[in-house]
Every structure is written in C-alpha cells, then in structure tokens.
Nanobody, 124 residues
Framework: QLQLVESGGGLVQPGGSLRLSCSSSGFQIDHYVVGWFRQAPGKEREGVSCISSLSGNIDYADSVAGRFTISRDNAKNTVYLQMNNLKPEDTANYYC?????????????????WGKGTLITVSS
C-alpha cells in the first residue's frame, strides 16, 4: 500500500528538458523529506537533489546545479524534478526516496520508501 511511483522518463535530445514526478501512495508526501537519485549502468548511485518537508532546505549535486529544480505540489501529493539543458552524462535510471524524519542529504541518505525508478536517456 505504501509506495512511491516515478514518472516522466524517456528519450530526450541534448539540451532538452524533462520533468520527473514522484508521487506517494498510502501516505502524505508533504510530511516527508524527498530525494532524487540516479544510477547509470555500471556506475554507483548519485544523489541528485533533495527537499525538506517544508521546502526550506534544498540541495543539488554540483553536476546538476543551475539546470535541475526540485519542487513540491502538496495538493497533488507529488514532488517534481524539472531537468533542463540535459546532457548525455545525465543518462541514468532516476528514482526517488522519502523519509518521515531526517535531514535533506544527498550522501548516505536514510529513506523509508523508494520508488522503482524511471529511465532517462539523453542522446541525439
């Protein structure tokens, strides 16, 4: 019953944009810290962005800062990741996680729930 579901992945050209959605089922996501993470084939997991439950604390990886924006829409029970000016190196499986308690952190995060991921491919 309690789960996260990502959507919005797909194929996009370099320089293009995508918006990922992370929606919760069975709990109110507005009370949770939410993070976006990605993992490319053969690569280790990388923290992309996170947002606190009150949106007062937001963090981005250096590799995406200035290009990606994380936000909440509590009415829709959804956290978004707007990705602009996408690069081939952004190609990865993107997934979100949510924690009822804890800080917004990209390294060694604790998450209560994880989504299954959505694939982003940036290629011509």
């Amino acid at each position: 019953q309690l789960q996260l579901v990502e959507s919005g992945g797909g194929l996009v050209q370099p320089g293009g944009s995508l918006r990922l959605s992370c929606s919760s089922s069975g709990f109110q996501i507005d009370h949770y810290v939410v993070g976006w993470f990605r993992q490319a084939p053969g690569k280790e997991r990388e923290g992309v962005s996170c947002i606190s439950s009150l949106s007062g604390n937001i963090d981005y990886a250096d590799s995406v800062a200035g290009r990606f924006t994380i936000s909440r829409d509590n009415a829709k029970n959804t956290v978004y990741l707007q990705m602009n000016n996408l690069k081939p190196e952004d190609t990865a499986n993107y997934y979100c996680g949510a924690a009822r308690f804890g800080p917004c952190q990209l390294e060694n995060p604790h998450m209560d729930f994880w989504g299954k991921g959505t694939l982003i491919t940036v290629s011509s």
